[in-house]
C-alpha cells in the first residue's frame, strides 16, 4: 500500500486527497495546510491526519479545535511520496524538503516546467516518469491539449496546431480574483505559455496558442485547429477520439450547449463535487477541411489534472506500467462518460 502524503490541501490537493483513497493500492498519510478554514475541518472529518505546513503555526489550529499531528517534515519523511498542490511557485520552494527526506514529489502546472525531471500526462509520456524523483503533472489546459494531441499525432501524424484558449478568471472559491467584468488577451503577446508548455511533453509538435480571460468560474474552453499530415474524415476522427477513455465526446442528442450544462450534467450523473476528469469536447464541432480539423472542447480546470496525479504515483513508484495504471484510475474514480 503506497503511503501518499498530500501538500497543500486547496482546490487540486483535496481532490487528489479523495482520489487516492478511492485507489486500492494507496492510503493518505496525511494532508498538510497553513491555516486552519473549511477545508481542514472537512479533512478533519473525511479522516485525515492533517500537519501544519507551518511549523509555527501549530497553534493556530488548535485554538480553531483542530487536532494536527506534527509538522509538514514528519509526514514527508513517513510517505512514499508527496504530492505537492501548494500555490503556484511555493512547490520549487518545497523541493529540498522532499530531497531531504528522499521522498519522490509530484509538482502541479503552477510551477515551472524545470522544478521537476520530467512533465508528465499519463496517456502521452508516462514511461518518462517511472522511477523519477520529481515529476511535474502538467496544467489543466496543457493536460487538455496533450490528451487530444496524443491519438491525432499517433494516427495521422500533425503538422501545426492553434489553439485558442478562453479561460475562466478564477475557480468557484478564487473570491479574491473578482468580482470581474471584462474580456482580457492574456498574455495579449504571443504565444500564451501553453504552446511551450504542451512541447514539454510533446517537443517536436508545432503549436502556436493565444490566451484570453473572460469573467467566468465554470471551465475553460478551447477552440482547436490541428492541421494533420494526411486528408481525414470527421466520422474517422470522432471514432478515433471516442475510443479515448478520458475524452468525452458530447453527443448532439445531449443539448448541451455550454460550461453550464456540462456542469449540470456532471451533477446528475452523480461526480464529486460536480467534477468532468475528461476533455469535454462537442462531437459536432469535430470537423474537417481536407487536411484541416477543427473542434471546440470544455476543460474543468479543478479536476482534469486529478487522474493524472494518481498515474504519476505509480509512475514515480514505479508500482504500475501505464496501461495498468490508466485502467486502475480510471475504473476507481468511475472515468468515462
Ligand atoms: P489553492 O489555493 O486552491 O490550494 C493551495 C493550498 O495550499 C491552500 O490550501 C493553501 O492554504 C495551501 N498552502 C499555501 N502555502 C502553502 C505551503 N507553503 N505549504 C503547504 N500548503 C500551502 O490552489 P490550487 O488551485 O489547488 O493550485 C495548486 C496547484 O495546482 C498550483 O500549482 C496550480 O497552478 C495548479 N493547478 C490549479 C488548477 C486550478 O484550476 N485550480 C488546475 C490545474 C493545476
Same mark, same amino acid.
Given at each position: ?44 472529518? /473525511? ?12 497553534? /493556530? ?61 499519463? /496517456? ?16 489543466? @489546459? ?14 495521422? #501524424? ?18 479574491? /480574483? ?87 450534467? &456532471? ?6 463535487? #460536480? ?33 493524472? @496525479?494518481?498515474?504519476?504515483?505509480? &509512475? ?22
Amino acid at each position: 500500500m503506497l503511503q501518499v502524503a498530500i501538500n497543500g490541501y486547496g482546490t487540486i490537493g483535496k481532490r487528489v486527497a479523495d482520489a487516492v483513497r478511492a485507489q486500492p493500492d494507496m492510503a493518505v498519510a496525511g494532508v498538510a495546510k497553513t491555516r486552519p478554514n473549511f477545508e481542514a475541518e472537512t479533512a478533519v472529518e /473525511r479522516g485525515y491526519p492533517l500537519y501544519a505546513a507551518v511549523a509555527d503555526r501549530a497553534e /493556530r489550529f488548535a485554538e480553531a479545535g483542530l487536532e494536527v499531528e506534527g509538522p509538514v517534515a514528519d509526514l514527508v519523511a513517513a510517505a512514499d511520496v508527496v504530492v505537492d498542490a501548494t500555490p503556484s511557485g511555493i512547490g520549487a520552494s518545497n523541493k529540498e524538503l522532499y530531497q531531504e527526506y528522499d521522498t519522490p514529489a509530484i509538482y502541479q502546472g503552477g510551477e515551472d516546467a524545470d522544478v521537476a525531471d520530467v512533465s508528465f500526462n499519463a /496517456r502521452s509520456n508516462y514511461a518518462d516518469a517511472i522511477d523519477a524523483e520529481h515529476v511535474r503533472v502538467v496544467s489543466c @489546459n496543457t493536460t487538455g491539449l496533450s490528451r487530444l494531441i496524443a491519438p491525432l499525432s499517433e494516427t495521422y #501524424g500533425i503538422e501545426k496546431v492553434r489553439a485558442t484558449l478562453v479561460r475562466r478568471g478564477g475557480d468557484p472559491g478564487q473570491t479574491s /480574483r473578482g468580482p470581474i467584468n471584462d474580456i482580457l488577451p492574456d498574455p495579449v503577446t504571443i504565444p500564451s505559455h501553453h504552446g511551450p508548455d504542451v512541447n514539454t511533453i510533446f517537443p517536436d509538435v508545432d503549436i502556436d496558442t493565444m490566451g484570453l480571460k473572460v469573467p467566468a468560474t465554470l471551465m475553460h474552453t478551447h477552440s482547436l485547429n490541428v492541421t494533420l499530415e494526411s486528408a481525414v474524415d470527421a466520422a474517422d476522427v470522432r471514432d478515433l477520439l471516442a475510443e479515448e477513455d478520458r475524452l468525452f465526446l458530447i453527443p448532439e442528442t445531449f443539448d448541451i450547449d455550454g460550461a453550464g450544462k456540462l456542469k449540470e450534467y &456532471a451533477d446528475d450523473v452523480g461526480r464529486p463535487r #460536480g467534477d468532468l476528469w475528461e476533455n469535454c469536447i462537442w462531437a459536432e464541432s469535430v470537423s474537417t477541411e481536407g487536411r484541416d480539423l477543427y473542434c471546440f472542447q470544455a476543460i474543468h480546470q479543478e479536476s482534469d489534472v486529478v487522474p493524472e @496525479n494518481i498515474d504519476a504515483i505509480r &509512475a514515480v513508484t514505479g508500482a504500475a506500467d501505464a496501461a495498468e495504471s490508466v485502467a486502475r484510475t480510471n475504473e476507481t474514480m468511475g472515468i468515462g462518460l
